[in-house]
């Protein structure tokens, strides 16, 4: 940790002549949940610090700048003011960026875009088969319609919050706009060749972060000589309607023991009243919604699966259904609402089981 942020202490050095330009932000998140169980048990309900997030932006010239993100929410599975993302980029020009340090790995659309902009409380649970972060480098090339991210990253030796036993991967994810009649539709793909170091885990909450249980859980994974991960990606926009989509499926050999296959995906279809979804196409990835001040709300419903069943090791499937309310104080805050009816078809313990989860958070940022 004091190693990788002296590297960036001394990238400052390196431009410390120019003028630099700061901004500061954080985010904070707080999530009540309800939950009627089935079978695995869940604490009633409770009360949650999802996030609490500062961030610095510096900008030294045209060519570089730095980005710093620390998280102290979440006790129970990360320390306190764990880095949540550090980079350096070099901007060669409009076209071209090159990052280096602790970022989003260029694999899906939902990971790629800030959770702040999401439809719902948390990610679909077919982002149990990704890893949202990575320490590497990363280049990313922008089209006028289209764009291309490639990265290439290692373990994490830094202990910056991400698993010390990733191993080495190389990831990529293209994207691009296509205009039909008075819609937008963006569509993408994306492929992740990964060498574990020693193990790996699949498991996911379903879709609520305010108590620990899970209903799948592969346990943990020995013997993986490489893993293959496929994404395809798709968004249609017209008026103040959304559809956005993802599949994704993981490939796992091993020395010993039968290959597995597992897969996940999402559906959401979302309608904003006063306001509009901004979508960066250029870019592939969610910005800032307009809002009318106390005047925007929006309604959302997702249809999500997870399926770590495989011939040689069966860890259980999930099917959430969910019903999601926004309503948006102004562009940066809001109130949010989820019901959501998870059903495992068994879960990870081969039982077949129903779970009603009903959450509520309040989104500020400053």
């Not at 999802?50 to 961030?55: A, H, L, S, T």
């Not at 790629?112 to 679909?124: A, D, G, I, L, Q």
Request: charged share 25%.
């Amino acid at each position: 940790m004091k190693l990788f942020l002296s590297f960036f202490l001394l990238q400052i050095g390196f431009v410390v002549e120019a003028k630099t330009e700061f901004d500061f932000s954080f985010r904070m998140e707080v999530d009540y949940s309800l939950y009627e169980d089935d079978f695995t048990y869940f604490k009633k309900d409770g009360i949650n610090l999802r996030r609490f997030r500062g961030d610095i932006f510096a900008k030294f010239n045209d060519k570089f700048s730095l980005y710093y993100q620390t998280d102290i929410s979440d006790y129970e599975s990360r320390p306190i003011a764990a880095t949540q993302a550090a980079w350096l980029r070099y901007r060669v020009n409009r076209q071209n960026e090159i990052y280096l340090g602790k970022m989003e790995m260029p694999f899906s659309l939902e990971s790629v875009s800030n959770s702040k902009y999401h439809f719902f409380m948390e990610r679909s649970l077919a982002s149990a088969l990704t890893d949202r972060f990575g320490i590497g480098v990363n280049y990313i090339h922008y089209g006028e319609t289209w764009n291309l991210r490639f990265g290439v990253f290692g373990n994490d030796h830094y202990h910056l919050g991400s698993s010390k036993n990733y191993g080495q991967s190389l990831t990529t994810k293209i994207g691009k706009e296509i205009n039909f009649e008075e819609s937008n539709i963006y569509v993408g793909a994306s492929y992740q060749y990964r060498k574990p170091e020693d193990f790996l885990r699949f498991r996911t909450k379903p879709e609520s972060q305010t108590y620990g249980a899970r209903l799948l859980d592969t346990d943990e994974l020995y013997f993986v000589s490489k893993m293959q991960i496929y994404g395809i990606e798709g968004l249609w926009q017209k008026n103040n309607w959304t559809l956005q989509t993802e599949y994704i499926g993981n490939q796992i050999q091993r020395e010993f023991g039968g290959d597995l296959s597992y897969q996940g995906g999402y559906f959401i279809v979302s309608k904003i009243f006063n306001g509009k979804r901004r979508f960066n196409y250029r870019k592939g990835e969610w910005r800032s919604t307009r809002t009318e001040k106390y005047k925007t709300w929006e309604v959302s419903a997702r249809y999500s699966f997870l399926d770590l069943n495989s011939a040689d090791l069966s860890a259980g499937k999930e099917t959430n259904y969910s019903l999601g309310l926004n309503y948006y104080i102004d562009n940066k805050s809001r109130v949010m609402f989820n019901a959501i009816r998870a059903k495992a078809t068994p879960n990870s313990s081969g039982v077949y089981e129903d779970l009603d989860i009903y959450q509520l958070r309040f989104q500020f940022e400053l």
